[in-house]
């Protein structure tokens, strides 16, 4: 049985603990306003932008489509880019955003599809390298990073691009935890290359007027495009953000719940173990005196 001193140490030891993950969780909570505030304010032109693609590429086929849009042709080459967290402390924050990657991932594979790897945030990369560390081909971290700008996600989409220009890759799939609320966060796969058309993307209801694009639904698309990537790229990034501060917010209430109850139950064990002491001590000294 542990001494009186060293379960002194060991509460004291939580009580230290307790406290750096009560801090850790009123900073993950003040900051998880600004990041669900910034990726709210995201969404409506992340969305818009997709339904003037949507829109535009209604105007568009055959040859004349931008390959962005239209694609290879083929879906023989994958790329698969999963967005995470830099930082750990959040629970499973990261592990549900690599595991349906792993998933996807393995399905490709089992479909004799090739496919390579690119990740974003720092926590991404071990779960990922264990499993298929030849199909990494680049790492972006971003923990230095202290907003989320477009000048941040350029760099990424640049890369997506480059490499589908070159011929390297036929579908482009994003991977990243969409927010939903403190307790929900939802992992997404988003379709970058070729781009998504939805349905939910209506045409402005003119009233029977006639209109026409200047430029060229065509030219507009080579110059939408590419933006759109970035823009759903830092969209993601900033969705991610809300995630994680949500997750570590929730870890960190639980972390300093379960010291709570741990301090209590070492308290009362404690106590239990000095009264013995004591008691002891007592029966020894009217031993000792009986025996005079």
């Excluded at 549900?96 to 790897?117: C, N, P, Y």
């Excluded at 080579?222 to 759903?232: D, F, G, S």
């Amino acid at each position: 049985m542990a001494s009186l001193k060293e379960m002194r140490n060991r509460i004291s030891s939580v009580k230290a603990t307790q406290k750096i993950t009560k801090a850790m969780q009123m900073v993950a909570a003040a900051k998880l306003k600004r990041s669900q505030d910034a990726a709210q304010n995201a969404r409506p032109y992340a969305e818009r932008m997709s339904a003037v693609i949507s829109n535009l590429a209604a105007g568009v086929s055959g040859d004349g489509a931008p390959r962005l849009l239209a694609g290879t042709g083929s879906d023989k080459r994958h790329l698969i880019v999963v967005a995470a967290a830099d930082r750990g402390l959040a629970g499973g924050f990261t592990t549900s955003i690599t595991r349906a990657a792993r998933d996807r991932i393995q399905a490709l594979v089992a479909e004799g599809k090739d496919v390579k790897i690119i990740t974003v945030g720092k926590k991404a990369v071990p779960p990922l390298r264990r499993l298929f560390g030849d199909k990494i081909v680049a790492s972006y971290d971003l923990s230095a990073e202290r907003t989320l700008t477009l000048s941040v996600a350029q760099p990424i989409a640049e890369d997506i691009i480059a490499r589908f220009e070159a011929g390297e890759v036929d579908v482009v799939t994003l991977f990243y935890s969409r927010f939903k609320s403190v307790v929900s966060q939802t992992p997404t796969a988003q379709q970058l290359i070729p781009a998504q058309i939805t349905d939910a993307a209506l045409a402005p209801d003119l009233k029977g007027a006639a209109y026409e694009y200047e430029p060229s639904e065509e030219a507009i698309l080579e110059t939408l495009l590419p933006r759109n990537i970035t823009v759903q790229v830092l969209s993601a990034l900033l969705e991610n953000m809300a995630g994680f501060y949500a997750s570590q917010m929730t870890a960190m209430d639980n972390a300093t719940r379960n010291a709570g109850d741990m301090i209590r139950g070492l308290t009362i064990q404690y106590n239990r173990t000095r009264q013995a002491q004591i008691t002891k001590e007592l029966i020894e000294i009217i031993s000792g005196a009986e025996a005079l």
